[in-house]
């Protein structure tokens, strides 16, 4: 084949061995079409692929990498714990520290408790709210995501009060079951599930803003309306904060709106990059987790010395550097009004949503705040545009239901490199 690249080939050898080529789904572009690029090595805002081709990247591992790739400050810090071990299946120093950082930073944690990843941590929190709560029942919102495990994977079917049924194969009815979903940012159909279901649901789990649709923030009153409503009820309030903690703000999403959630879980940014995930919060509730109490839970490789190394190197940096914040929020806020204003001349009444580091841009009109907002936008524009802007060496999500994640790294220069492509592609993507 004419022009066949280094990812083509590896990713026909990958279809044969791996289930669609790809270890995560939505690597494999299957929404936006194509062969997905196979990376060799990044440094600062900057991807290379097989090929040697570079790219700006606003994905940024989903968001862990909020320093860019490769900072020195992370990269030091595992050098340094490498020669030590690479793993002790044995309490070490390390883990308290991360944990007290997490407690520090996330007033609402008052004891935390260390996994593998962002699922875990979700999956955990929720049996902690079961068997904390003796109650059976969790509500979720439509298009928040909160990893793999079965609970999660559970569509609206028809409205706030139906019963939820399984949105993939291999979860079965019965999990459904106890799974109830409403639509984001809908206070009132929230109270209808709740009214139906009295003293049954044990946990509100939500993204307190959402990446997982593209990017939706709560509306006024939303968080606060869950929050009063799980206080009233014995309900525990959980934010999924694996892509907001750290990120919006040093507390996350709940330092942001003022809002304390009962637990928060944690991941991708705690482990800088390798893989980490946590669950916290009001320690008369963690206080149930085994071995002290009477919810199992545990891990063989959890608090890993690497991962522990680099999460605490990346989190004190960002701890120490609150600066870096402010300048996170003006770099996204030039992306995403620059972005606004160039759809707006070029005749597109596309939605730009943006909360501090995290924003999308949505190919329907506005507002977007909810799945079905969401699900309005011109997918094939999408991703010719998303084409366009990888010719163009720009990284984006490869899907039209993602937000991108703004890295320290992303310097003026790159922002307005990203401005001539934008402007470009959104031509091509509406060529006739
Ligand atoms: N919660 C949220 C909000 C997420 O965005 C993700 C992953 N994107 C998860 C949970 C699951 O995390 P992981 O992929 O580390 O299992």
Redesign the pocket.
């Known amino acids: 084949m004419l022009n066949q690249t280094t990812s083509d080939t590896l990713f026909t050898q990958a279809q044969a061995l791996i289930p669609g080529g790809v270890n995560s789904p939505v690597r494999a572009f299957r929404s936006v079409g194509g062969t997905p690029v196979f990376m060799q090595s990044a440094a600062g805002a900057w991807l290379t692929d097989v090929d040697g081709n570079r790219y700006v990247d606003f994905i940024n591992s989903?968001g862990p990498m909020i320093l860019g790739h490769a900072p020195a400050v992370v990269l030091d810090a595992v050098r340094a714990a490498l020669p030590h071990s690479l793993s002790f299946g044995a309490p070490t120093r390390r883990e308290s520290e991360l944990a007290e950082l997490i407690i520090e930073m996330v007033p609402s944690v008052e004891k935390v408790r260390l996994v593998n990843?962002?699922?875990e941590a979700?999956m955990a929190a929720i049996r902690v709210a079961r068997g904390y709560t003796g109650r059976a029942k969790i509500l979720k919102f439509e298009g928040c995501?909160?990893?793999h495990a079965d609970a999660f994977l559970i569509a609206a079917g028809s409205g706030a009060l139906t019963l939820g049924t399984p949105d993939s194969a291999g979860v079965t009815h019965g999990v459904a079951q106890d799974t109830l979903t409403v639509p984001y940012n809908d206070l009132p159909a929230v109270a209808a599930a709740v009214a139906a279901n009295p003293g049954q649901i044990a946990a509100i789990i939500l993204?307190p803003v959402v990446?997982?649709m593209g990017l939706v923030a709560p509306q006024q009153g939303f968080l606060q309306g869950l929050r009063a409503l799980c206080t009233a009820q014995g309900i525990v309030l959980i934010f999924?904060e694996?892509?907001t903690g750290f990120r919006l703000a040093p507390g996350g999403a709940q330092e942001l709106f003022g809002i304390a959630p009962d637990m928060t879980t944690l991941?991708?940014i705690i482990g800088g990059g390798l893989p980490v995930?946590a669950y916290g919060g009001r320690a008369d509730i963690m206080n149930q987790v085994a071995p002290v109490g009477k919810v199992y839970q545990a891990g063989t490789l959890s608090g890993n010395p690497l991962a522990t190394a680099a999460g605490l190197a990346q989190l004190r940096h960002l701890q120490n550097n609150p600066a870096l914040y402010a300048q996170l929020n003006a770099t996204t806020t030039r992306l995403a009004d620059g972005t606004r204003q160039i759809a707006q001349e070029l005749g597109l009444n596309y939605t730009v949503n943006q909360v501090g580091s995290m924003f999308s841009l949505f190919f329907t009109s506005g507002p977007v705040n909810h799945l079905e907002d969401a699900k309005r936008c011109d997918l094939p524009a999408f991703g010719r545009y998303f084409h366009a802007m990888l010719a163009r060496g720009i990284y984006l999500a490869p899907s039209q239901f993602e937000a991108l994640f703004v890295s320290t790294a992303i310097s003026d220069e790159l922002v307005e490199m990203y401005f001539h492509a934008c402007r470009e592609s959104l031509v091509e993507a509406h060529r006739a």
């Open positions: 989903w990843s962002g699922t979700c995501y909160h990893g993204e990446g997982n999924d694996v892509m991941g991708k995930g």
